[in-house]
Structures are given as C-alpha cells and as structure tokens.
C-alpha cells in the first residue's frame, strides 16, 4: 500500500511540471502565431502568459524578451524596443538572443529609428 502511495505521490509532482512546460510551451506557440498574424496586443498576452509559467524555466527569458522587442518596433516604439534590445544584451550576454538583439540595434540606428549616444545633442539645463 505504502508503495501504491508513494508512486501515485511521484506521478503527480511529474505530471505538474510536464503541464507547466507545456503550458509554458503552448502559449509561446500562440504568441508566435499572433506575431505571424501581425497582432502584437495577443503577442504580449501570451508572453505574460509564457512569464507566468516560467519561473523556475529562466532559460525560456530571453526569447520572451527579443519577441517583446521585436513587438515594440512593430507598434512603433523604436525606444522600448531598444533598451529591451539593451536589457537582453546585459541580462543574457552570450545568448544567441544577445546576438539578435544586437543586430536589431544596429538596424534602428541605421533606419534613424534609435540615435547612438555620440549623436545626441546634450543641452545644458539653464536657471
């Protein structure tokens, strides 16, 4: 009887973790499919959704956050999408996400989407 418990109590702590994963997983596919669909507003759903499952799984982060940035740039907010670029780079510096999140920055200071620190202007403040 003991044993019975013991494998039941077992089975249950596996069969959670597999649906956490695959939750985590399922709404990642979701929030690809809305990328694909051009619709950024379920995008950011399902990855709060992905953030939520996702805890104990940091490895699935920064693909989360270069999804989100390449969100942001879709709507138009060149800003956010680059100190999310910015925060990959820093949180995940030898990611494969690292390297694409640098790519993107180049892209929008080459499109004149994002100036580099040595273009802007620096206006001091006057009393």
């Known amino acids: 009887m003991r044993f019975v418990l013991i ?6 702590v596996v069969s959670v ?3 956490t994963r695959f939750s985590m997983n399922h709404h990642l596919n979701l929030a690809y499919s809305a990328y694909e ?3 950024c507003e379920q995008v950011m759903l399902e990855l709060s959704k992905v953030e939520r499952a996702s805890r104990a ?3 699935v982060w920064p693909e989360v956050s270069m999804m ?3 969100c942001l740039e879709r709507q138009k907010m060149f800003i956010d999408a680059a100190q999310t670029y910015q925060f990959i780079i820093a949180s995940y ?3 494969e ?3 694409r999140a640098r790519a993107r920055l180049e892209t929008l200071q080459s499109l004149g989407h994002y100036p580099t620190r040595s273009t802007v202007a620096v206006r001091p403040t006057q009393f």
Do not use: D, I, K, T
């Open 7 to 12: 494998a039941a109590l077992a089975l249950s």
């Open 17 to 19: 973790a597999g649906c």
């Open 37 to 39: 669909r051009g619709n």
């Open 57 to 59: 799984r940091p490895y």
């Open 68 to 70: 989100r940035g390449q």
């Open 93 to 95: 510096p030898q990611s």
């Open 97 to 99: 996400y690292a390297y």
